[in-house]
């Protein structure tokens, strides 16, 4: 009876040697760092150790490639800098969790806040760690929406499964990446993203030489000024109004072809209103997405077109919402106003600032500009993505044996919303 007893006591003390050892390793590795020292940090880790550190695309397995790396950390780090752990927590079967942050001189650094896990062997050396430092941006309820943005992406492509097992003693083991691809996935989803991925770097990300004109990370006064100068004479109000004698604003005077374009472009993202709320599909927010594209046209409108792909639940929705309700009362005021601006808009560019020249002259130099030109050229991007969108959204809602306006660009769509008889359920 007494051999059981003290084999329990020398078991229990065991263990609790074990807990102490995971925890004092940590702590020793944290003030290894903070002093700079080299060989005692990585004297507190297994020689087949895995550590994962969040803002790094791959693990660093093994001493080899660990020890390289920690050593690059240290001689980057100012001597007086010291790592804080805030609380620590574990320590049973030698995993141990820790929020820590860094100072400098007894002040707490920017953005050094963290969280770790660790598991240590019997041995009390590390074996496993995962470090995830806090981000220098905080996106806040942003991050929410590019979550409801990203996960139609995940679920467009083929399951991945990862399954991942954090090393255990004794035998600690190493990450096994395994995957497996399910044939079943949408292409049209996909081929719409994969178009977003060239469309977002090719007008907005691309540096000068593959698009014309400058990226939006350099992009110059000048064309900022452009961008002014043409949303002061939005669908022509304001020129209209400097022509009346109403001089609020003076009109600038711009190139008319490309000024003409830019007005299209935005009645034509003002009719894809109506369009988008009275959509019984998607399940992105209709009126949110509807004013980015108005702003940013097929920055928006990709994304929604995409994640409605995946949705084939047209049938079990309610035949109307506060969306289609809205949609239904736009659409006839924007359809008229919409056509209005193409009308004028074609006008416009063939025959309005006379001082341009003729026909020719004025679209030669248009296509000057577009070579030069970022913001001119994307324009001329967006009507082509219009012209095929276009009939993805409009179909839908036209009687069958209208169905063939939704083809028309543009004018097919101003026609659409503003003879409700054309649209189903419309007597």
Same mark, same amino acid.
């Given at each position: 009876?007494?051999?059981?007893?003290?084999?329990?006591?020398?078991?229990?003390?065991?263990?609790?040697?074990?807990?102490?050892?995971?925890?004092?390793?940590?702590?020793?590795?944290?003030?290894?760092?903070?002093?700079?020292?080299? *060989?005692?940090?990585?004297?507190?880790?297994?020689?087949?150790?895995?550590?994962?550190?969040?803002?790094?695309?791959?693990?660093?397995?093994?001493?080899?490639?660990?020890?390289?790396?920690?050593?690059?950390?240290?001689?980057?780090?100012?001597?007086?800098?010291?790592?804080?752990?805030?609380?620590?927590?574990?320590?049973?079967?030698?995993?141990?969790?820790?929020?820590?942050?860094?100072?400098?001189?007894?002040?707490?650094?920017?953005?050094?806040?963290?969280?770790?896990?660790?598991?240590?062997?019997? *041995?009390?050396?590390?074996?496993?760690?995962?470090?995830?430092? *806090?981000?220098?941006?905080?996106?806040?309820?942003?991050?929410?929406?590019?979550?409801?943005?990203?996960?139609?992406?995940?679920?467009?492509?083929?399951?991945?499964?990862?399954?991942?097992?954090?090393?255990?003693?004794?035998?600690?083991?190493?990450?096994? *990446?395994?995957?497996?691809?399910?044939?079943?996935?949408?292409?049209?989803?996909?081929?719409?993203?994969?178009?977003?991925?060239?469309?977002?770097?090719?007008?907005?990300?691309?540096?000068?030489?593959?698009?014309?004109?400058?990226?939006?990370?350099?992009?110059?006064?000048?064309?900022?000024?452009?961008?002014?100068?043409?949303?002061?004479?939005?669908?022509?109000?304001?020129?209209?109004?400097?022509?009346?004698?109403?001089?609020?604003?003076?009109?600038?005077?711009?190139?008319?072809?490309?000024?003409?374009?830019?007005?299209?472009?935005?009645?034509?993202?003002?009719?894809?209103?109506?369009?988008?709320?009275?959509?019984?599909?998607?399940?992105?927010?209709?009126?949110?997405?509807?004013?980015?594209?108005?702003?940013?046209?097929?920055?928006?409108?990709?994304?929604?077109?995409?994640?409605?792909?995946?949705?084939?639940?047209?049938?079990?929705?309610?035949?109307?919402?506060?969306?289609?309700?809205?949609?239904?009362?736009?659409?006839?005021?924007?359809?008229?106003?919409?056509?209005?601006?193409?009308?004028?808009?074609?006008?416009?560019?063939?025959?309005?600032?006379?001082?341009?020249?003729?026909?020719?002259?004025?679209?030669?130099?248009?296509?000057?500009?577009?070579?030069?030109?970022?913001?001119?050229?994307?324009?001329?991007?967006?009507?082509?993505?219009?012209?095929?969108?276009?009939?993805?959204?409009?179909?839908?809602?036209?009687?069958?044996?209208?169905?063939?306006?939704?083809?028309?660009?543009?004018?097919?769509?101003?026609?659409?919303?503003?003879?409700?008889?054309?649209?189903?359920?419309?007597?």
């Amino acid at each position: 009876m007494n051999k059981r007893v003290r084999a329990t006591t020398r078991r229990i003390g065991a263990v609790a040697r074990a807990r102490k050892d995971a925890r004092d390793t940590v702590r020793e590795y944290y003030d290894a760092c903070g002093r700079g020292d080299l *060989e005692g940090s990585l004297n507190c880790f297994a020689d087949d150790v895995l550590i994962e550190d969040m803002i790094y695309q791959r693990p660093f397995r093994g001493k080899r490639e660990f020890g390289p790396y920690l050593e690059k950390v240290i001689d980057a780090l100012p001597r007086d800098m010291e790592f804080v752990i805030d609380d620590m927590t574990g320590g049973q079967d030698g995993a141990v969790g820790l929020v820590w942050h860094v100072e400098i001189q007894g002040k707490p650094f920017p953005f050094s806040r963290g969280c770790s896990f660790y598991r240590c062997n019997q *041995e009390g050396k590390i074996v496993y760690g995962r470090d995830i430092p *806090e981000p220098s941006s905080k996106p806040g309820g942003i991050a929410l929406f590019i979550i409801k943005l990203v996960a139609p992406i995940i679920r467009s492509l083929p399951p991945l499964k990862y399954n991942s097992e954090v090393p255990k003693p004794p035998e600690p083991r190493k990450l096994p *990446e395994t995957l497996h691809v399910d044939s079943n996935f949408n292409p049209v989803a996909l081929g719409l993203w994969s178009l977003y991925a060239v469309y977002f770097y090719w007008l907005i990300l691309s540096p000068p030489g593959q698009a014309p004109g400058d990226p939006v990370y350099a992009i110059k006064p000048e064309s900022l000024q452009e961008i002014f100068a043409q949303s002061l004479d939005f669908f022509y109000i304001n020129i209209f109004l400097n022509q009346v004698g109403i001089n609020f604003v003076q009109s600038p005077v711009l190139e008319p072809v490309g000024e003409a374009l830019f007005e299209l472009v935005a009645a034509w993202s003002l009719m894809f209103g109506p369009l988008i709320l009275m959509d019984r599909r998607g399940n992105l927010p209709k009126l949110p997405t509807w004013i980015g594209q108005m702003l940013l046209t097929n920055v928006f409108l990709i994304p929604y077109l995409a994640t409605r792909s995946l949705d084939s639940s047209e049938s079990s929705k309610a035949l109307h919402n506060e969306d289609q309700t809205l949609g239904e009362r736009l659409a006839t005021p924007f359809g008229l106003a919409g056509g209005a601006v193409g009308v004028i808009s074609v006008f416009w560019a063939l025959f309005a600032r006379s001082e341009f020249g003729s026909i020719t002259t004025r679209f030669n130099a248009f296509g000057e500009i577009v070579s030069r030109d970022r913001l001119a050229y994307a324009f001329l991007v967006d009507v082509v993505l219009y012209v095929v969108f276009q009939p993805v959204l409009l179909r839908p809602l036209l009687k069958p044996e209208c169905e063939w306006i939704g083809y028309i660009p543009f004018f097919g769509l101003a026609a659409a919303l503003a003879n409700p008889s054309l649209r189903r359920g419309m007597p």
